[in-house]
Protein backbone atom coordinates (compact mmCIF):
# COMPACT_ATOMS: atom_id res chain seq x y z
CA UNK A 1 0.00 0.00 0.00
CA UNK A 2 1.04 3.46 -0.72
CA UNK A 3 0.09 5.96 2.11
CA UNK A 4 0.23 9.92 0.97
CA UNK A 5 0.50 11.53 4.08
CA UNK A 6 -0.78 15.57 3.91
CA UNK A 7 1.82 16.15 1.39
CA UNK A 8 2.23 19.77 0.70
CA UNK A 9 4.16 21.11 -2.66
CA UNK A 10 5.04 24.39 -2.70
CA UNK A 11 7.76 25.73 -5.16
CA UNK A 12 9.88 28.84 -4.56
CA UNK A 13 7.89 30.98 -6.04
CA UNK A 14 4.92 30.45 -3.95
CA UNK A 15 2.71 28.14 -6.29
CA UNK A 16 1.57 25.52 -4.48
CA UNK A 17 0.72 22.68 -6.72
CA UNK A 18 -0.04 20.14 -4.12
CA UNK A 19 -2.34 21.04 -1.23
CA UNK A 20 -2.10 18.76 2.09
CA UNK A 21 -2.82 15.79 0.14
CA UNK A 22 -3.80 12.34 1.95
CA UNK A 23 -4.55 9.40 0.16
CA UNK A 24 -4.28 5.84 0.58
CA UNK A 25 -3.52 3.45 -2.55
CA UNK A 26 -4.72 0.33 -1.94
CA UNK A 27 -2.40 -2.89 -3.53
CA UNK A 28 -3.78 -4.63 -6.70
CA UNK A 29 -5.79 -2.38 -7.98
CA UNK A 30 -5.48 0.81 -10.33
CA UNK A 31 -6.08 4.19 -8.57
CA UNK A 32 -6.50 6.76 -11.24
CA UNK A 33 -5.77 10.83 -10.12
CA UNK A 34 -7.74 12.69 -12.69
CA UNK A 35 -8.58 16.74 -12.96
CA UNK A 36 -7.86 19.63 -14.92
CA UNK A 37 -4.75 20.71 -15.76
CA UNK A 38 -2.51 22.37 -13.02
CA UNK A 39 -4.38 20.30 -10.34
CA UNK A 40 -0.96 18.58 -9.41
CA UNK A 41 -1.94 15.37 -10.63
CA UNK A 42 1.51 14.66 -12.21
CA UNK A 43 3.03 16.23 -9.60
CA UNK A 44 1.95 13.97 -6.95
CA UNK A 45 2.61 10.52 -9.05
CA UNK A 46 6.26 12.21 -9.82
CA UNK A 47 6.42 12.46 -5.65
CA UNK A 48 5.87 8.94 -5.44
CA UNK A 49 8.85 8.12 -7.05
CA UNK A 50 10.62 11.04 -5.82
CA UNK A 51 11.12 12.91 -9.49
CA UNK A 52 9.39 15.58 -6.98
CA UNK A 53 10.51 16.20 -3.22
CA UNK A 54 7.38 16.89 -1.51
CA UNK A 55 7.59 20.22 0.79
CA UNK A 56 5.79 19.25 3.42
CA UNK A 57 4.13 15.62 4.65
CA UNK A 58 5.74 12.03 3.57
CA UNK A 59 4.97 8.96 1.52
CA UNK A 60 4.88 5.77 2.85
CA UNK A 61 5.37 2.31 1.12
CA UNK A 62 4.41 -0.23 2.98
CA UNK A 63 4.93 1.40 5.70
CA UNK A 64 8.12 2.63 5.08
CA UNK A 65 8.70 6.49 4.87
CA UNK A 66 10.09 6.29 0.37
CA UNK A 67 13.19 8.36 1.72
CA UNK A 68 14.52 5.51 3.75
CA UNK A 69 15.98 4.29 0.63
CA UNK A 70 18.36 5.48 -1.82
CA UNK A 71 16.34 7.31 -4.54
CA UNK A 72 17.83 5.08 -7.39
CA UNK A 73 16.63 1.78 -5.56
CA UNK A 74 13.45 2.82 -5.24
CA UNK A 75 12.99 4.10 -8.90
CA UNK A 76 13.92 0.43 -10.13
CA UNK A 77 11.11 -1.11 -7.88
CA UNK A 78 8.81 1.04 -9.66
CA UNK A 79 7.51 1.17 -13.00
CA UNK A 80 7.71 4.47 -14.75
CA UNK A 81 5.58 5.15 -17.64
CA UNK A 82 4.97 8.25 -19.64
CA UNK A 83 3.40 10.00 -22.42
CA UNK A 84 4.89 9.37 -25.56
CA UNK A 85 6.55 6.94 -24.70
CA UNK A 86 10.03 8.05 -23.72
CA UNK A 87 11.64 5.28 -25.23
CA UNK A 88 15.69 5.28 -26.10
CA UNK A 89 16.00 6.06 -29.89
CA UNK A 90 19.37 5.06 -29.96
CA UNK A 91 18.59 1.81 -28.59
CA UNK A 92 16.88 -1.28 -30.23
CA UNK A 93 13.43 -2.25 -28.83
CA UNK A 94 14.53 -5.33 -27.27
CA UNK A 95 17.66 -3.11 -25.25
CA UNK A 96 15.00 -0.54 -24.34
CA UNK A 97 12.85 -2.92 -22.84
CA UNK A 98 15.87 -4.73 -20.86
CA UNK A 99 17.06 -1.11 -19.72
CA UNK A 100 16.00 -1.82 -15.70
CA UNK A 101 16.98 -5.41 -15.25
CA UNK A 102 20.61 -4.02 -16.52
CA UNK A 103 20.82 -1.16 -14.02
CA UNK A 104 19.84 -4.14 -11.94
CA UNK A 105 23.06 -5.82 -13.00
CA UNK A 106 21.28 -9.21 -15.02
CA UNK A 107 23.42 -10.55 -17.56
CA UNK A 108 22.57 -9.45 -20.78
CA UNK A 109 21.34 -12.90 -21.87
CA UNK A 110 18.91 -12.92 -19.25
CA UNK A 111 17.35 -9.52 -19.97
CA UNK A 112 17.40 -9.73 -23.37
CA UNK A 113 14.81 -13.10 -22.86
CA UNK A 114 12.62 -11.29 -20.25
CA UNK A 115 12.53 -8.49 -22.96
CA UNK A 116 11.33 -11.15 -25.07
CA UNK A 117 9.06 -12.45 -22.94
CA UNK A 118 7.45 -9.18 -21.77
CA UNK A 119 6.95 -7.99 -25.67
CA UNK A 120 4.70 -11.06 -26.16
CA UNK A 121 2.99 -10.37 -23.08
CA UNK A 122 2.10 -6.79 -24.36
CA UNK A 123 1.27 -7.98 -27.50
CA UNK A 124 3.90 -7.42 -29.64
CA UNK A 125 5.28 -9.56 -32.49
CA UNK A 126 8.96 -10.51 -31.01
CA UNK A 127 9.96 -9.72 -34.74
CA UNK A 128 10.11 -6.12 -33.85
CA UNK A 129 13.10 -6.93 -31.40
CA UNK A 130 15.73 -6.05 -33.31
CA UNK A 131 13.65 -2.62 -34.73
CA UNK A 132 14.34 0.47 -33.42
CA UNK A 133 11.40 2.67 -32.18
CA UNK A 134 11.38 5.10 -34.70
CA UNK A 135 10.55 2.25 -36.82
CA UNK A 136 7.31 1.27 -34.68
CA UNK A 137 4.29 3.25 -34.47
CA UNK A 138 2.87 5.32 -31.53
CA UNK A 139 0.60 2.36 -29.97
CA UNK A 140 3.47 0.00 -30.76
CA UNK A 141 6.24 2.48 -28.64
CA UNK A 142 3.59 2.95 -25.87
CA UNK A 143 3.54 -0.98 -25.48
CA UNK A 144 6.94 -0.78 -25.23
CA UNK A 145 6.69 1.49 -22.69
CA UNK A 146 4.51 -0.57 -20.97
CA UNK A 147 6.68 -3.63 -21.31
CA UNK A 148 9.91 -1.20 -20.14
CA UNK A 149 8.36 -0.81 -17.29
CA UNK A 150 7.02 -3.88 -16.21
CA UNK A 151 10.46 -5.76 -17.00
CA UNK A 152 11.81 -6.30 -13.59
CA UNK A 153 8.45 -6.95 -12.52
CA UNK A 154 8.14 -4.38 -10.01
CA UNK A 155 5.25 -4.32 -7.40
CA UNK A 156 4.52 -0.75 -8.13
CA UNK A 157 3.67 0.77 -11.77
CA UNK A 158 3.58 4.93 -12.31
CA UNK A 159 1.67 5.66 -15.42
CA UNK A 160 1.61 9.67 -16.35
CA UNK A 161 -0.97 10.17 -18.98
CA UNK A 162 0.55 7.20 -20.93
CA UNK A 163 -1.99 6.82 -23.63
CA UNK A 164 -3.04 10.43 -24.20
CA UNK A 165 -1.06 11.12 -27.15
CA UNK A 166 -2.34 8.10 -29.74
CA UNK A 167 -5.55 8.50 -31.86
CA UNK A 168 -9.07 7.38 -30.12
CA UNK A 169 -8.87 3.70 -31.31
CA UNK A 170 -5.49 2.95 -30.29
CA UNK A 171 -5.93 4.43 -26.55
CA UNK A 172 -9.51 2.17 -26.18
CA UNK A 173 -6.81 -0.76 -27.61
CA UNK A 174 -4.02 -0.02 -24.96
CA UNK A 175 -6.67 0.40 -22.05
CA UNK A 176 -8.46 -3.05 -22.95
CA UNK A 177 -4.68 -4.35 -23.11
CA UNK A 178 -3.83 -2.36 -19.71
CA UNK A 179 -6.89 -4.12 -18.01
CA UNK A 180 -6.23 -7.47 -19.14
CA UNK A 181 -2.09 -7.47 -18.07
CA UNK A 182 -3.98 -6.37 -14.44
CA UNK A 183 -5.71 -8.88 -14.41
CA UNK A 184 -2.76 -11.05 -14.83
CA UNK A 185 -0.16 -9.49 -13.16
CA UNK A 186 -2.12 -7.75 -10.36
CA UNK A 187 0.09 -4.34 -10.10
CA UNK A 188 -0.37 -1.94 -7.39
CA UNK A 189 -1.03 0.90 -10.56
CA UNK A 190 -1.41 4.89 -10.15
CA UNK A 191 -2.56 5.94 -13.17
CA UNK A 192 -2.84 9.89 -13.98
CA UNK A 193 -5.37 11.02 -16.88
CA UNK A 194 -6.86 14.12 -17.54
CA UNK A 195 -9.47 12.60 -19.33
CA UNK A 196 -12.66 11.28 -16.51
CA UNK A 197 -13.75 8.46 -19.31
CA UNK A 198 -10.21 6.96 -19.20
CA UNK A 199 -10.41 7.38 -15.45
CA UNK A 200 -13.78 5.73 -15.05
CA UNK A 201 -12.88 3.01 -17.57
CA UNK A 202 -10.00 1.98 -15.36
CA UNK A 203 -9.94 2.88 -12.29
CA UNK A 204 -10.61 0.45 -9.25
CA UNK A 205 -10.98 4.15 -7.61
CA UNK A 206 -10.38 7.49 -8.91
CA UNK A 207 -8.96 10.28 -7.33
CA UNK A 208 -10.71 13.50 -8.73
CA UNK A 209 -8.15 16.92 -7.56
CA UNK A 210 -8.95 20.48 -8.57
CA UNK A 211 -7.07 23.35 -9.29
CA UNK A 212 -4.50 23.94 -6.45
CA UNK A 213 -3.80 20.41 -5.81
CA UNK A 214 -6.91 19.66 -3.36
CA UNK A 215 -8.76 16.63 -3.18
CA UNK A 216 -12.31 16.66 -4.67
CA UNK A 217 -13.72 13.11 -4.38
CA UNK A 218 -11.77 10.12 -3.65
CA UNK A 219 -14.12 7.05 -4.90
CA UNK A 220 -15.02 4.07 -7.30
CA UNK A 221 -16.23 5.06 -10.69
CA UNK A 222 -19.84 4.35 -9.98
CA UNK A 223 -19.71 6.31 -6.81
CA UNK A 224 -18.41 8.82 -8.51
CA UNK A 225 -21.18 8.81 -11.41
CA UNK A 226 -23.75 8.09 -8.53
CA UNK A 227 -22.76 11.05 -5.92
CA UNK A 228 -20.37 13.50 -7.17
CA UNK A 229 -19.00 15.27 -4.23
CA UNK A 230 -19.87 18.51 -5.10
CA UNK A 231 -20.58 20.99 -8.56
CA UNK A 232 -16.88 20.73 -9.25
CA UNK A 233 -17.21 16.93 -9.73
CA UNK A 234 -20.52 16.84 -11.29
CA UNK A 235 -18.98 19.76 -13.21
CA UNK A 236 -16.31 17.60 -14.15
CA UNK A 237 -18.29 14.12 -15.01
CA UNK A 238 -19.23 16.10 -17.92
CA UNK A 239 -23.51 16.29 -18.48
CA UNK A 240 -24.01 12.59 -19.30
CA UNK A 241 -22.61 11.04 -16.06
CA UNK A 242 -26.53 9.40 -16.01
CA UNK A 243 -25.71 7.55 -19.34
CA UNK A 244 -22.49 6.80 -18.47
CA UNK A 245 -22.88 5.42 -15.09
CA UNK A 246 -25.20 2.90 -16.91
CA UNK A 247 -21.83 1.08 -17.74
CA UNK A 248 -21.70 -0.45 -14.52
CA UNK A 249 -25.25 -2.27 -14.68
CA UNK A 250 -25.55 -5.63 -16.58
CA UNK A 251 -27.73 -6.80 -18.74
CA UNK A 252 -28.09 -10.25 -17.75
CA UNK A 253 -31.69 -9.25 -15.63
CA UNK A 254 -32.92 -7.85 -18.87
CA UNK A 255 -36.32 -9.40 -20.53
CA UNK A 256 -35.88 -10.12 -23.94
CA UNK A 257 -38.65 -10.82 -26.00
CA UNK A 258 -38.49 -14.06 -29.03
CA UNK A 259 -41.50 -14.34 -30.61
CA UNK A 260 -41.16 -11.54 -33.20
CA UNK A 261 -37.51 -13.50 -34.29
CA UNK A 262 -38.29 -15.29 -37.47
CA UNK A 263 -35.98 -17.33 -39.79
CA UNK A 264 -35.66 -16.24 -43.30
CA UNK A 265 -36.74 -19.68 -44.74
CA UNK A 266 -39.91 -19.67 -42.73
CA UNK A 267 -42.88 -19.92 -44.88
CA UNK A 268 -45.59 -17.04 -44.76
CA UNK A 269 -48.08 -18.85 -42.20
CA UNK A 270 -45.38 -19.58 -39.87
CA UNK A 271 -44.85 -15.43 -40.13
CA UNK A 272 -48.18 -14.84 -39.68
CA UNK A 273 -48.29 -16.78 -36.87
CA UNK A 274 -46.12 -14.71 -34.47
CA UNK A 275 -47.86 -12.55 -32.13
CA UNK A 276 -47.56 -9.03 -32.99
CA UNK A 277 -48.82 -7.69 -29.52
CA UNK A 278 -46.25 -4.37 -29.12
CA UNK A 279 -43.68 -5.58 -31.25
CA UNK A 280 -44.56 -4.36 -34.71
CA UNK A 281 -41.82 -5.22 -36.70
CA UNK A 282 -40.27 -9.03 -37.21
CA UNK A 283 -36.49 -9.76 -36.59
CA UNK A 284 -35.17 -11.85 -39.96
CA UNK A 285 -32.20 -13.88 -39.13
CA UNK A 286 -30.50 -16.14 -41.26
CA UNK A 287 -30.77 -19.95 -40.85
CA UNK A 288 -28.41 -19.85 -38.41
CA UNK A 289 -30.08 -17.53 -36.75
CA UNK A 290 -27.99 -14.75 -36.71
CA UNK A 291 -30.07 -10.97 -37.16
CA UNK A 292 -30.31 -10.18 -40.74
CA UNK A 293 -32.64 -7.05 -40.36
CA UNK A 294 -36.21 -6.09 -39.42
CA UNK A 295 -39.03 -6.59 -41.70
CA UNK A 296 -42.75 -4.95 -41.29
CA UNK A 297 -44.83 -8.19 -40.78
CA UNK A 298 -47.03 -7.50 -43.89
CA UNK A 299 -44.53 -7.72 -45.84
CA UNK A 300 -44.32 -11.17 -45.03
CA UNK A 301 -47.36 -12.79 -45.32
CA UNK A 302 -47.03 -12.03 -49.27
CA UNK A 303 -44.81 -15.22 -49.07
CA UNK A 304 -41.12 -15.65 -48.76
CA UNK A 305 -39.17 -13.25 -46.87
CA UNK A 306 -37.10 -10.76 -49.12
CA UNK A 307 -33.76 -10.41 -47.67
CA UNK A 308 -33.18 -7.38 -49.43
CA UNK A 309 -35.86 -5.17 -48.57
CA UNK A 310 -35.36 -5.71 -44.37
CA UNK A 311 -34.53 -2.82 -42.35
CA UNK A 312 -31.02 -2.49 -41.34
CA UNK A 313 -31.01 -4.03 -37.90
CA UNK A 314 -27.90 -1.86 -36.22
CA UNK A 315 -25.34 -2.98 -34.00
CA UNK A 316 -26.43 -5.78 -31.57
CA UNK A 317 -25.72 -6.14 -28.14
CA UNK A 318 -24.08 -8.96 -26.37
CA UNK A 319 -26.64 -10.32 -23.50
CA UNK A 320 -25.54 -10.72 -20.48
CA UNK A 321 -21.89 -9.53 -20.86
CA UNK A 322 -22.40 -5.88 -22.40
CA UNK A 323 -23.84 -3.20 -20.45
CA UNK A 324 -26.96 -1.63 -20.35
CA UNK A 325 -25.67 1.36 -21.74
CA UNK A 326 -24.45 -0.81 -24.81
CA UNK A 327 -28.51 -2.25 -24.92
CA UNK A 328 -29.88 1.08 -24.72
CA UNK A 329 -27.40 2.87 -27.44
CA UNK A 330 -28.35 -0.36 -29.77
CA UNK A 331 -32.48 0.69 -29.11
CA UNK A 332 -31.57 4.55 -29.94
CA UNK A 333 -29.87 3.24 -32.75
CA UNK A 334 -32.16 0.80 -33.82
CA UNK A 335 -34.78 2.04 -36.74
CA UNK A 336 -37.70 0.33 -34.55
CA UNK A 337 -36.58 1.20 -31.16
CA UNK A 338 -35.62 -2.39 -30.26
CA UNK A 339 -32.30 -3.35 -29.36
CA UNK A 340 -31.43 -6.63 -30.74
CA UNK A 341 -29.56 -9.44 -28.20
CA UNK A 342 -26.56 -11.96 -29.11
CA UNK A 343 -25.16 -14.95 -27.49
CA UNK A 344 -21.27 -15.25 -27.84
CA UNK A 345 -21.40 -16.94 -31.17
CA UNK A 346 -23.64 -13.90 -32.64
CA UNK A 347 -26.84 -15.61 -32.79
CA UNK A 348 -29.81 -13.64 -31.55
CA UNK A 349 -31.37 -14.20 -28.15
CA UNK A 350 -33.96 -11.89 -28.55
CA UNK A 351 -35.21 -8.53 -28.90
CA UNK A 352 -35.52 -5.68 -25.91
CA UNK A 353 -37.71 -2.26 -25.99
CA UNK A 354 -36.38 1.00 -24.94
CA UNK A 355 -39.29 1.01 -22.59
CA UNK A 356 -37.93 -2.32 -21.17
CA UNK A 357 -34.35 -0.94 -20.80
CA UNK A 358 -35.72 2.47 -19.12
CA UNK A 359 -37.28 0.26 -16.65
CA UNK A 360 -34.14 -1.70 -16.19
CA UNK A 361 -32.41 0.99 -15.53
CA UNK A 362 -34.56 2.80 -13.05
CA UNK A 363 -35.01 -0.69 -11.06
CA UNK A 364 -30.69 -0.64 -11.20
CA UNK A 365 -30.53 2.76 -9.73
CA UNK A 366 -33.07 1.97 -7.13
CA UNK A 367 -30.56 -0.69 -5.98
CA UNK A 368 -27.52 1.33 -6.08
CA UNK A 369 -29.14 3.81 -3.61
CA UNK A 370 -30.58 1.15 -1.32
CA UNK A 371 -26.88 0.16 -1.38
CA UNK A 372 -25.84 3.55 -0.67
CA UNK A 373 -28.37 3.67 2.10
CA UNK A 374 -26.34 1.75 4.53
CA UNK A 375 -24.51 -1.62 4.52
CA UNK A 376 -26.86 -2.58 8.08
CA UNK A 377 -29.90 -1.88 6.49
CA UNK A 378 -29.92 -5.76 5.01
CA UNK A 379 -32.96 -7.21 5.64
CA UNK A 380 -34.79 -4.92 3.03
CA UNK A 381 -32.40 -6.29 0.35
CA UNK A 382 -34.57 -9.33 -0.44
CA UNK A 383 -38.03 -7.59 -0.87
CA UNK A 384 -35.89 -4.97 -2.69
CA UNK A 385 -34.97 -7.77 -5.53
CA UNK A 386 -38.18 -9.59 -5.56
CA UNK A 387 -39.99 -6.05 -6.38
CA UNK A 388 -37.08 -5.27 -8.72
CA UNK A 389 -37.92 -8.79 -11.11
CA UNK A 390 -41.74 -7.80 -11.03
CA UNK A 391 -40.86 -4.12 -12.59
CA UNK A 392 -38.86 -6.75 -15.27
CA UNK A 393 -41.91 -8.83 -15.52
CA UNK A 394 -43.87 -6.32 -16.17
CA UNK A 395 -42.22 -5.00 -19.14
CA UNK B 1 50.17 29.97 -66.41
CA UNK B 2 47.09 28.07 -65.13
CA UNK B 3 46.48 26.73 -61.57
CA UNK B 4 46.28 23.31 -63.21
CA UNK B 5 49.71 23.53 -64.58
CA UNK B 6 51.27 24.86 -61.41
CA UNK B 7 50.01 21.49 -60.08
CA UNK B 8 50.82 19.02 -62.18
CA UNK B 9 54.52 20.47 -62.10
CA UNK B 10 54.47 20.55 -58.44
CA UNK B 11 53.47 16.58 -57.73
CA UNK B 12 55.56 15.51 -61.29
CA UNK B 13 58.66 16.87 -59.64
CA UNK B 14 60.00 13.78 -58.33
CA UNK B 15 62.43 15.85 -55.40
CA UNK B 16 59.29 17.04 -53.65
CA UNK B 17 58.69 13.52 -52.44
CA UNK B 18 61.90 12.79 -50.40
CA UNK B 19 63.62 14.05 -47.59
CA UNK B 20 62.42 16.54 -44.59
CA UNK B 21 61.23 19.21 -47.04
CA UNK B 22 59.12 16.79 -49.07
CA UNK B 23 55.76 16.07 -49.11
CA UNK B 24 55.70 12.88 -46.85
CA UNK B 25 57.27 14.65 -43.72
CA UNK B 26 54.93 18.08 -44.58
CA UNK B 27 51.62 16.12 -44.27
CA UNK B 28 52.83 14.33 -41.49
CA UNK B 29 53.72 17.45 -39.66
CA UNK B 30 50.70 19.07 -40.72
CA UNK B 31 48.93 16.37 -39.13
CA UNK B 32 50.61 16.04 -36.12
CA UNK B 33 50.15 19.66 -35.22
CA UNK B 34 46.21 19.55 -36.10
CA UNK B 35 45.43 16.46 -34.09
CA UNK B 36 47.03 17.92 -31.28
CA UNK B 37 45.13 21.05 -31.58
CA UNK B 38 41.86 19.28 -32.35
CA UNK B 39 43.01 17.02 -29.42
CA UNK B 40 43.43 20.38 -26.89
CA UNK B 41 40.35 21.99 -28.16
CA UNK B 42 38.41 18.56 -27.70
CA UNK B 43 39.42 18.67 -23.89
CA UNK B 44 38.36 21.80 -23.50
CA UNK B 45 35.46 22.50 -25.28
CA UNK B 46 33.46 18.62 -24.99
CA UNK B 47 33.41 18.27 -21.12
CA UNK B 48 32.74 22.09 -20.30
CA UNK B 49 29.90 21.84 -23.26
CA UNK B 50 28.54 18.05 -22.41
CA UNK B 51 28.15 19.29 -18.73
CA UNK B 52 26.42 22.90 -19.27
CA UNK B 53 24.24 21.30 -21.66
CA UNK B 54 23.46 18.11 -19.57
CA UNK B 55 22.11 20.82 -17.04
CA UNK B 56 21.28 23.13 -18.62
CA UNK B 57 22.64 26.00 -17.37
CA UNK B 58 25.54 28.59 -18.22
CA UNK B 59 24.44 29.06 -22.36
CA UNK B 60 24.85 32.82 -21.88
CA UNK B 61 28.41 32.19 -20.86
CA UNK B 62 28.99 30.01 -23.22
CA UNK B 63 27.89 32.06 -26.45
CA UNK B 64 29.76 34.94 -25.02
CA UNK B 65 33.00 33.06 -24.93
CA UNK B 66 32.24 31.87 -28.40
CA UNK B 67 32.04 34.98 -29.99
CA UNK B 68 34.82 36.28 -27.83
CA UNK B 69 37.13 33.07 -29.43
CA UNK B 70 35.93 33.78 -32.67
CA UNK B 71 36.74 37.93 -32.78
CA UNK B 72 39.72 37.10 -32.09
CA UNK B 73 42.14 37.06 -35.12
CA UNK B 74 44.54 33.73 -35.49
CA UNK B 75 47.49 35.19 -37.15
CA UNK B 76 47.42 38.17 -34.66
CA UNK B 77 47.17 35.74 -31.73
CA UNK B 78 50.54 33.74 -33.11
CA UNK B 79 52.29 36.85 -33.21
CA UNK B 80 51.43 38.05 -30.42
CA UNK B 81 52.69 34.69 -28.82
CA UNK B 82 55.41 34.32 -30.25
CA UNK B 83 56.67 37.94 -28.95
CA UNK B 84 55.69 36.58 -25.55
CA UNK B 85 56.33 32.67 -25.69
CA UNK B 86 59.43 32.64 -28.08
CA UNK B 87 59.57 30.05 -30.73
CA UNK B 88 57.86 26.68 -30.36
CA UNK B 89 54.53 24.96 -30.38
CA UNK B 90 52.71 26.58 -27.59
CA UNK B 91 52.84 29.69 -29.48
CA UNK B 92 51.43 27.75 -32.60
CA UNK B 93 48.78 25.40 -30.34
CA UNK B 94 47.13 28.59 -28.44
CA UNK B 95 45.57 30.33 -31.76
CA UNK B 96 44.49 26.91 -33.27
CA UNK B 97 43.02 25.77 -30.06
CA UNK B 98 41.43 29.27 -29.42
CA UNK B 99 39.96 28.52 -32.75
CA UNK B 100 38.63 25.41 -32.67
CA UNK B 101 36.91 25.78 -29.28
CA UNK B 102 34.03 28.00 -29.59
CA UNK B 103 32.78 25.60 -32.61
CA UNK B 104 33.03 22.65 -30.43
CA UNK B 105 31.34 24.12 -27.48
CA UNK B 106 29.12 25.35 -29.03
CA UNK B 107 27.57 22.40 -31.02
CA UNK B 108 28.02 20.34 -27.99
CA UNK B 109 25.72 22.37 -25.48
CA UNK B 110 23.30 22.81 -28.11
CA UNK B 111 23.26 19.15 -29.50
CA UNK B 112 22.96 17.82 -25.65
CA UNK B 113 19.97 20.90 -25.13
CA UNK B 114 18.23 19.77 -28.45
CA UNK B 115 18.20 15.96 -27.35
CA UNK B 116 14.15 15.48 -26.32
CA UNK B 117 13.65 15.83 -22.34
CA UNK B 118 11.03 11.88 -22.60
CA UNK B 119 13.68 9.57 -22.73
CA UNK B 120 15.91 11.42 -20.54
CA UNK B 121 12.53 12.07 -17.96
CA UNK B 122 11.69 8.28 -18.65
CA UNK B 123 15.51 7.15 -17.56
CA UNK B 124 15.91 9.22 -14.20
CA UNK B 125 12.24 7.44 -13.56
CA UNK B 126 13.60 4.19 -14.13
CA UNK B 127 16.40 4.96 -11.54
CA UNK B 128 19.50 5.86 -13.37
CA UNK B 129 22.22 7.97 -12.19
CA UNK B 130 23.06 11.34 -13.52
CA UNK B 131 26.69 9.76 -15.31
CA UNK B 132 24.13 7.09 -16.71
CA UNK B 133 21.64 9.63 -18.14
CA UNK B 134 24.63 12.23 -19.67
CA UNK B 135 26.47 8.91 -21.28
CA UNK B 136 23.53 6.30 -22.01
CA UNK B 137 20.92 8.47 -23.11
CA UNK B 138 21.87 11.97 -24.33
CA UNK B 139 24.92 11.44 -25.51
CA UNK B 140 24.42 8.75 -28.02
CA UNK B 141 21.44 10.96 -29.57
CA UNK B 142 23.41 13.99 -29.49
CA UNK B 143 26.50 12.24 -30.95
CA UNK B 144 25.84 13.57 -34.54
CA UNK B 145 25.65 17.22 -34.06
CA UNK B 146 28.98 16.99 -31.67
CA UNK B 147 30.97 15.40 -34.26
CA UNK B 148 29.61 17.60 -36.97
CA UNK B 149 31.24 20.47 -34.50
CA UNK B 150 34.24 18.70 -34.24
CA UNK B 151 34.53 18.16 -37.48
CA UNK B 152 34.25 22.11 -38.50
CA UNK B 153 36.86 22.80 -35.87
CA UNK B 154 39.29 20.20 -37.35
CA UNK B 155 38.59 21.52 -41.05
CA UNK B 156 39.30 24.91 -39.72
CA UNK B 157 42.54 23.88 -37.62
CA UNK B 158 43.96 21.94 -40.76
CA UNK B 159 43.36 25.06 -43.06
CA UNK B 160 44.92 27.48 -40.14
CA UNK B 161 47.81 25.07 -39.58
CA UNK B 162 49.49 26.52 -41.89
CA UNK B 163 50.10 29.90 -40.08
CA UNK B 164 52.84 27.47 -38.20
CA UNK B 165 55.13 28.07 -40.81
CA UNK B 166 55.23 31.57 -40.39
CA UNK B 167 57.38 30.57 -36.92
CA UNK B 168 59.38 28.39 -38.26
CA UNK B 169 57.83 25.17 -37.80
CA UNK B 170 56.91 22.87 -40.81
CA UNK B 171 53.99 21.62 -42.06
CA UNK B 172 52.35 21.90 -45.38
CA UNK B 173 52.22 26.53 -44.85
CA UNK B 174 56.08 25.73 -45.27
CA UNK B 175 55.25 25.51 -49.45
CA UNK B 176 52.90 28.29 -49.09
CA UNK B 177 55.18 30.95 -46.87
CA UNK B 178 58.35 29.71 -48.69
CA UNK B 179 56.79 29.52 -52.37
CA UNK B 180 55.92 33.18 -51.62
CA UNK B 181 58.97 34.46 -50.56
CA UNK B 182 60.84 32.80 -53.17
CA UNK B 183 57.96 33.56 -55.97
CA UNK B 184 57.88 30.01 -56.69
CA UNK B 185 54.31 29.84 -57.73
CA UNK B 186 54.68 25.80 -58.04
CA UNK B 187 54.97 25.07 -54.32
CA UNK B 188 52.14 27.87 -53.33
CA UNK B 189 50.31 26.23 -55.42
CA UNK B 190 51.28 22.97 -54.31
CA UNK B 191 51.19 23.36 -50.97
CA UNK B 192 47.47 24.38 -51.20
CA UNK B 193 46.31 21.85 -52.83
CA UNK B 194 47.44 19.36 -49.94
CA UNK B 195 45.73 21.54 -47.43
CA UNK B 196 42.08 21.35 -49.46
CA UNK B 197 42.74 17.49 -49.92
CA UNK B 198 43.79 17.16 -46.73
CA UNK B 199 40.45 19.05 -45.50
CA UNK B 200 38.13 16.51 -48.27
CA UNK B 201 40.00 13.47 -46.55
CA UNK B 202 38.79 14.77 -43.03
CA UNK B 203 35.48 15.22 -44.41
CA UNK B 204 35.42 11.47 -44.93
CA UNK B 205 37.00 10.17 -41.61
CA UNK B 206 34.30 12.06 -39.87
CA UNK B 207 31.96 10.46 -42.08
CA UNK B 208 33.18 7.39 -41.73
CA UNK B 209 33.10 7.81 -37.87
CA UNK B 210 29.43 8.69 -37.72
CA UNK B 211 28.70 5.67 -39.78
CA UNK B 212 30.39 3.72 -37.19
CA UNK B 213 29.53 5.69 -34.06
CA UNK B 214 25.82 7.21 -34.09
CA UNK B 215 23.32 3.88 -34.13
CA UNK B 216 20.97 3.63 -36.63
CA UNK B 217 18.08 4.58 -34.38
CA UNK B 218 19.38 8.21 -34.32
CA UNK B 219 20.80 7.59 -38.21
CA UNK B 220 17.80 7.76 -39.41
CA UNK B 221 15.45 9.62 -36.83
CA UNK B 222 17.49 12.03 -35.99
Partial sequence: ?395 | MNVLHFVNAFFSDGSHWHGYDGIPARLAEHIRYSLLALGLAAVVGLPVGLLTGHYGRGGNALALIATAGRALPSFGLLVLMFILLGFGMVPVMVPLVVLAVPPILVTTYEAMRSVDPSPVDAARGMGMGESRVLFQVELPVALPLILSGLRSAAIQIISTATIAAYVSLGGLGRYIVDGLYQLDYEKVVGGATLVAVLALVTLGVFWAAGRFAVSPGVRRGG
Fill in chain 1, 1 to 395: MIRIDTVTKRYPDGTVAVDRLSLEIPDRSITVLVGPSGCGKTTTLRMINRMVEPSEGSILLDGVDIREQPVNSLRRSMGYVIQNAGLFQHRTIVDNIATVPRLLGWGRQKSRARAVELMERVGLDSALAKRYPYQLSGGQQQRVGVARALAADPPVLLMDEPFSAVDPVVRKGLQDELLRLQEELGKTIVFVTHDIDEAIKLGTTVAVLRAGGRLAQYAPPAELLTAPADAFVEDFLGTDRGIRRLSFFGTAGLELKTSPIVAVDATAEEAAARPGGDVHYLLVTDRDGRPLGWSEPAALTAGAVDAGRLLPHGRPFEYGVESLRAALDCAVLSPTGWAVAVDGTGRAVGVVSQQTIGEAIRTAHAEGRRTEAGADARTGDDAGSAAGTDAKVAG
